[in-house]
């Protein structure tokens, strides 16, 4: 099972980046998929998820600058990150679950500086 984000980098605020999530080893499309960040010294945050019919979800904190989406003919999920801030700075990770089975990537670093 392997789970590769993609897409972090250094943006200015007001700045937008693209985050992927390429799956492979598990049934991509019976899965249910986030984007979970994690800033230093905090606690882990879910802010974008995709369900296996493609409902979404978010969190106040990114609702209107996020976007999530999934391609099931790519076995990847995306995170459209519109309006950054430099609260958004964190390590951004893709997880896969369904029932008892949790997978997770290795993480991309996003940082948003002035």
């Known amino acids: 099972v392997q789970l590769v984000e993609s897409g972090g980098g250094l943006v200015q605020p007001g700045g937008s980046l693209r985050l992927s999530c390429a799956a492979s080893?598990?049934?991509?499309?019976?899965?249910?998929m986030t984007w979970v960040r994690q800033a230093p010294g905090k606690q882990r945050e879910i802010v974008a998820a995709?369900?296996?019919?493609?409902?979404?979800n978010y969190p106040d904190s990114v609702k209107g600058r996020f976007t999530i989406s999934r391609d099931y003919a790519k076995n990847t999920v995306y995170l459209q990150m519109n309006s950054l801030k430099p609260e958004d700075t964190a390590v951004y990770y893709c997880?896969?679950?369904?029932?008892?089975?949790?997978?997770w990537g290795q993480g991309t670093q996003v940082t948003v500086f002035s």
């Open positions: 997880r896969a679950s369904r029932g008892g089975d949790v997978y």
């Open positions: 080893g598990f049934t991509f499309s019976s899965y249910y």
């Open positions: 995709i369900s296996i019919g493609g409902q979404t």
